[in-house]
């Protein structure tokens, strides 16, 4: 089976401009999470979806950072505008039902704001 | 709040060797403890753990759980270069979502 999609792999950017990662879950897959990760920590979950509704978005700085899931499928995260703490690695991952199972996670997209 | 702790962060051995990584959590509602190993950016599935005291075990690595004290264990015997990587714990509880410690980063050397 086809794995999770995510680009791009890697992203450079200076602070103050804007970013767009893209994910595609593994299918049939109807949750799906954008966690942040930075260097030296473990992965922060930024936001959840059920299909195309937000379970969680408790921990995603809403002030700059968006994301979508339009028809419950594939989903984009953005940052607009990006700040130097922001570096990080962002990964998805899916799950068939969101919870009680293991999440199936993306290779990522490592982003460098300068 | 909840909470994923583990331990020790950092870990060097030599092949051959046996380790143990250590996870303790405090979460509202526990509903199962998993480990991963991240290699370079994906972390891959390893274990689930529900249940105190059934041991999971998967060729040279295992796991298992305590519900009263709150933590897990993961043993890797007869370390291989191959198992140089970072281990995760999260802990799933009762919002459903899945909540990750630092990780132990395990380098295995030659």
């Known amino acids: 089976e086809a794995g999770v999609a995510q680009s791009p792999r890697y992203k450079i950017i200076e602070k103050r401009q804007s970013v767009a990662f893209w994910c595609n879950p593994i299918?049939?897959?109807?949750?799906l999470y954008w966690y942040q990760q930075i260097l030296g920590q473990g992965p922060k979950l930024l936001i959840q979806?059920?299909?195309?509704?937000?379970?969680?978005d408790s921990q995603l700085p809403k002030d700059r950072f968006s994301a979508e899931r339009l028809k419950g499928v594939d989903s984009t995260l953005k940052i607009q505008p990006a700040k130097l703490e922001d570096s990080a690695v962002y990964l998805c991952?899916?799950?068939?039902?969101?919870?009680?199972?293991?999440?199936?996670f993306g290779s990522g997209t490592q982003l460098s704001v300068l | 709040e909840d909470k994923v702790v583990q331990s020790p962060l950092s870990l060097v051995v030599h092949e051959g060797d046996t380790v143990t990584l250590n996870c303790s959590y405090e979460?509202?509602?526990?509903?199962?403890l998993l480990w991963y190993k991240q290699e370079k950016k994906a972390p891959t599935f390893l274990f689930m753990l529900?249940?105190?005291?059934i041991e999971k075990k998967s060729g040279r690595l295992s796991s298992i759980l305590d519900k009263k004290e709150l933590f897990s264990i993961l043993n890797i015997t007869a370390t291989q270069t191959g198992d140089s990587a970072v281990y995760l714990c999260?802990?799933?509880?009762?919002?459903?979502?899945?909540?990750f410690g630092a990780g132990t980063r395990l380098t295995v050397k030659p």
């Open positions: 991952a899916s799950s068939f039902l969101g919870y009680g199972e293991k999440l199936f």
């Open positions: 529900t249940s105190s005291g």
């Open positions: 979806f059920q299909n195309n509704g937000v379970v969680d």
């Open positions: 999260a802990v799933e509880g009762s919002g459903d979502d899945m909540r």
């Open positions: 979460v509202t509602n526990f509903r199962s």
């Open positions: 299918s049939g897959h109807a949750t």
